[in-house]
């Protein structure tokens, strides 16, 4: 079992709907990522939080330490949002251990 | 800021060769992370410098290798390529000294054939 997990693997969505990925761990960790993948490989940190729910634009991120348990939400999504959503968690050996990721993609 | 930059960005090399990455850091950011990415392993961890130590090292054969200059400026070797090794290598920066967010830069994609 990965120690980082996260679904659902593949999402499909319409413009305009609220989508949610979630990611579960099964070690103890300092902080957790998401990070988002455009084709062509590039990558780009959205969020990093140990607590709570921090908010960026249409983006959402949330963490409950006690469940082990992160979700990330999109209001209003659109299709540029198209893209590989990642989970990483930083362990207390401080190495970061990586969710095979959420494929999205959102149609007009 | 100018972000972080990898050269090169696309390599071809031949089974038994060696490869030399090379990874230079937003200005001011002292710590520098290395990651392999495949279609069947996804991302993983390879190593960690931060002020010209190696301060942390994931699972990876001995064939792999990194160092860090004075500028922080890092390059990563490997050596007798194989051609599991294939894949996207990501370097990532951020400025250390606790405060772990990570910039990541383009990545080079290595081709063994």
């Known amino acids: 079992k990965n120690e980082v997990e996260q679904s659902p693997q593949n999402l499909t969505a319409q413009e305009g709907e609220f989508i949610t990925i979630n990611c579960s761990y099964s070690?103890?960790?300092?902080?957790l990522h998401w990070l988002q993948q455009h084709p062509g490989g590039g990558i780009v940190s959205l969020f990093m939080?140990?607590?709570g729910k921090k908010k960026h634009g249409r983006l959402i991120a949330t963490i409950n330490i006690q469940e082990k348990h992160s979700s990330l939400h999109i209001t209003a999504s659109h299709p540029r949002d198209s893209a590989v959503y990642i989970c990483?968690?930083?362990?207390?050996?401080?190495?970061?251990?990586f969710g095979t990721g959420t494929r999205l993609q959102v149609f007009p | 800021k100018a972000g972080v930059t990898q050269t090169p960005r696309y390599l071809i090399k031949t089974r038994g060769q060696q490869v030399t990455l090379s990874c230079s850091p937003i200005?001011?950011?002292?710590?520098v992370s290395w990651y392999q990415q495949t279609p069947g392993q996804g991302l993983q961890f390879l190593f960690e410098?931060?002020?010209?130590?190696?301060?942390n090292k994931g699972n990876f054969p001995g064939r792999f290798s990194g160092r860090q200059f004075s500028n922080s400026r890092s390059e990563m070797n490997v050596s007798t390529l194989e051609l599991g090794d294939s894949a996207l290598y990501l370097c990532?920066?951020?400025?250390?000294?606790?405060?772990?967010?990570?910039?990541f830069g383009p990545g080079t994609r290595l081709t063994v054939t």
């Open positions: 410098y931060f002020s010209e130590t190696q301060r």
């Open positions: 200005s001011g950011h002292r710590s």
């Open positions: 990532a920066s951020s400025p250390g000294q606790g405060r772990t967010e990570q910039y």
């Open positions: 990483a968690v930083r362990s207390y050996s401080d190495k970061l251990i």
């Open positions: 939080l140990s607590s």
């Open positions: 070690v103890g960790i300092s902080a």
